[in-house]
T-cell receptor, first 112, second 114 residues
């Protein structure tokens, strides 16, 4: 089954404790993204990757890191989480920029 | 910078009536336009897209959208709403030229009233 898998689904952590949210797709897609969803703000792109070892900043990259060492995986790293990073996070993948994106189920992150 | 505006936070429509969810965009060059739907506690699902060609695009579940270049709009429509269409709808834009970013609107909650 074609899918994007994110883990964990729920996470509560403390300020400053490094964390990684994993994302994996099984469709051989080139384009992968991370978004955060906040009430009233919609989805905002954090980082995107056009292919292995090619990543670039989206609209809200501050406080986040990503890497794309393999085509299927695109982890999101919060080196020092802060409460303003409490949000619902989605990973998405698509074959290219102009094809439909497949979204993961989301990760609800709470930073206290 | 590219942007998407969804001017209505919520749209209410009676079951069986036609529905429209509005979207306008701003982008450099030629746009790629998308509509996605989000049901509660779920990820987003693709509905339809405009890349090039016919301005009227048909998608999943009976939805369609019309690309209007002069008005920079891409409104989502359906001739007859179902209660099961109640969900959160997002418009998104990217561009063939420049950065490979994707920009989403703030979302419109569609409520179909039985």
């Amino acid at each position: 089954e074609a899918q994007v898998t994110q883990n964990p689904r729920y996470l509560i952590t403390v300020t400053g404790k490094k964390l990684t949210v994993t994302c994996s797709q099984n469709m051989n897609h080139e384009y992968m993204s991370w978004y955060r969803q906040d009430p009233g703000l919609g989805l905002r792109q954090i980082y995107y990757s056009m292919n292995v070892e090619v990543t670039d900043k989206g609209d809200v990259p501050e406080g986040y890191k990503v890497s794309r060492k393999e085509k299927r995986n695109f982890p999101l790293i919060l080196e020092s989480p802060s409460p303003n990073q409490t949000s619902l996070y989605f990973c998405a993948s698509s074959l290219t920029l102009n094809t439909e994106a497949f979204f993961g189920q989301g990760t609800r992150l709470t930073v206290v | 910078a590219q942007s998407v505006a969804q001017p209505e936070d919520q749209v209410n429509v009676a079951e069986g009536n036609p529905l429209t969810v509005k979207c306008t965009y701003s982008v450099s060059g030629n746009p790629y336009l998308f509509w996605y739907v989000q049901y509660p506690n779920r990820g987003l699902q693709f509905l339809l897209k405009y890349i090039t060609g016919d301005n009227l695009v048909k998608g999943s579940y009976g939805f369609e959208a019309e690309f209007n270049k002069s008005q920079t709009s891409f409104h989502l429509k359906k001739p007859s709403a179902l209660v099961s269409d109640s969900a959160l709808y997002f418009c998104a834009v990217s561009s063939r030229e420049g950065y490979q970013k994707v920009t989403f609107g703030t979302g419109t909650k569609l409520q179909v009233i039985p």
